[in-house]
């Protein structure tokens, strides 16, 4: 999504919530953990080796990106019938609540506002 479509305190907001839940899944021990505002890129990097997809998670800029993306699309078909809005509301996004993961491989993600829901 453009990040400009998201209001600043949202994207505040959503950034708050990106570090949470990196700091979460990493319990604490990141190596980086960073969200920017205004472009919503992120990254996030436990100390530990966890692994795990951030775009999983709720509370992580791709998961506010594909709701939002969702609600954009739905929007902007509602003049093309419901076949359309139904292909916007098939894509599903991240809805684990974040824990603190086992040690495992890569712990590592990476992502920008550039990403789109899938």
Known sequence: IDPSSVSASDR??????????????CDANTSENACDANTLDF???CVAQVSFNISDY????PAFECTTWIQQCVL???????????Q????SCGTKDAV???VGSDATSVGSATSTAA
């Open 12 to 25: 505040s907001t959503w950034c708050r919530s990106q570090t949470d839940t990196c700091s979460t899944l």
């Open 43 to 45: 990254s996030c990097a």
């Open 58 to 61: 709720n509370g992580s800029i």
């Open 76 to 86: 902007q078909s509602s003049v093309n019938g419901t076949e359309q809005q139904q």
């Open 88 to 91: 916007c509301l098939s894509h």
């Open 100 to 102: 603190a993961l086992p």
